[in-house]
């Protein structure tokens, strides 16, 4: 039954930070929140019994590849402000 609950709260977080991601002006916000989806569904697939496709989930797109959105979002910005 808890399982079924936390399953039910990723399906929720997941879908609403996919809207969020698509809804959001600043492409920052839009990376983070992509970020926290890529987290949360890495997490569903920990709870539906494919731990490792949840921890590659989680590391490749919730933290590298993340990173490398931010900094490139960083890059592109700052050179407009110059």
């Known amino acids: 039954m ?4 936390i399953q039910l709260v990723l399906f929720v977080l997941i ?6 991601t698509t809804k959001l002006d600043n492409i920052l916000y839009a990376a983070i929140s992509l970020s926290g989806m890529s987290i949360c569904l890495g997490g569903l697939y ?10 590659f989930q989680m590391m490749i797109y919730g933290g590298a590849l993340m990173v490398l959105f931010i900094v490139v979002v960083m890059y592109v910005r700052g050179s407009n402000y110059e």
């Open 46 to 55: 920990w709870l539906m019994y494919a731990p490792y496709v949840g921890l």
């Open 2 to 5: 808890n399982l079924d609950i």
């Open 15 to 20: 879908i609403s930070l996919a809207i969020i």
